[in-house]
């Protein structure tokens, strides 16, 4: 049986659809929540052993760009995560499996990332 299948490897030439990527920045963004959990953690720890270390990790937070915008990146993280995790629970209880509905609740939970980052935007700058 001889199969001929059309191959195209070029990934920059591949259209993937909506729910592909929905799944991979819900994939993506779950592995920077955990990651920055564990350091969001650690400075908590280091903030909350006395007055002075919080007026630091305070003072460092309002002062420096770059730690204003990895506050950013991970409330970002965290909002997509969420959203994307809702959809998977929307789906679980038998809805929006088909395609489709698929494709529209995927819209909907990458919108609503894009909200949750705005609303990060504001609450962390402004």
């Given at each position: 049986?001889?199969?001929?299948?059309?191959?195209?490897?070029?990934?920059?030439?591949?259209?993937?659809?909506?729910?592909?990527?929905?799944?991979?920045?819900?994939?993506?963004?779950?592995?920077?929540?955990?990651?920055?959990?564990?350091?969001?953690?650690?400075?908590?720890?280091?903030?909350?052993?006395s007055?002075?270390?919080?007026?630091?990790?305070?003072?460092?937070?309002?002062?420096?760009?770059?730690?204003?915008?990895?506050?950013?990146?991970?409330?970002?993280?965290?909002?997509?995560?969420?959203?994307?995790?809702v959809?998977?629970?929307?789906?679980?209880?038998?809805?929006?499996?088909?395609?489709?509905?698929?494709?529209?609740?995927?819209?909907?939970?990458?919108?609503?990332?894009?909200?949750?980052?705005l609303?990060?935007?504001?609450?962390?700058?402004?």
């Amino acid at each position: 049986m001889k199969k001929e299948r059309p191959m195209n490897l070029a990934i920059n030439t591949i259209a993937l659809p909506a729910t592909a990527y929905a799944s991979i920045l819900h994939r993506v963004s779950g592995v920077i929540v955990w990651v920055a959990m564990i350091v969001a953690i650690v400075i908590s720890y280091f903030a909350l052993k006395s007055e002075t270390n919080f007026d630091e990790v305070s003072s460092v937070l309002e002062s420096y760009f770059i730690a204003k915008f990895v506050v950013w990146g991970f409330l970002t993280a965290l909002g997509y995560y969420c959203a994307g995790t809702v959809k998977h629970i929307i789906q679980d209880f038998g809805y929006c499996e088909e395609l489709k509905s698929g494709k529209v609740i995927s819209l909907v939970a990458i919108a609503v990332g894009i909200l949750l980052s705005l609303l990060a935007i504001w609450w962390t700058w402004l």
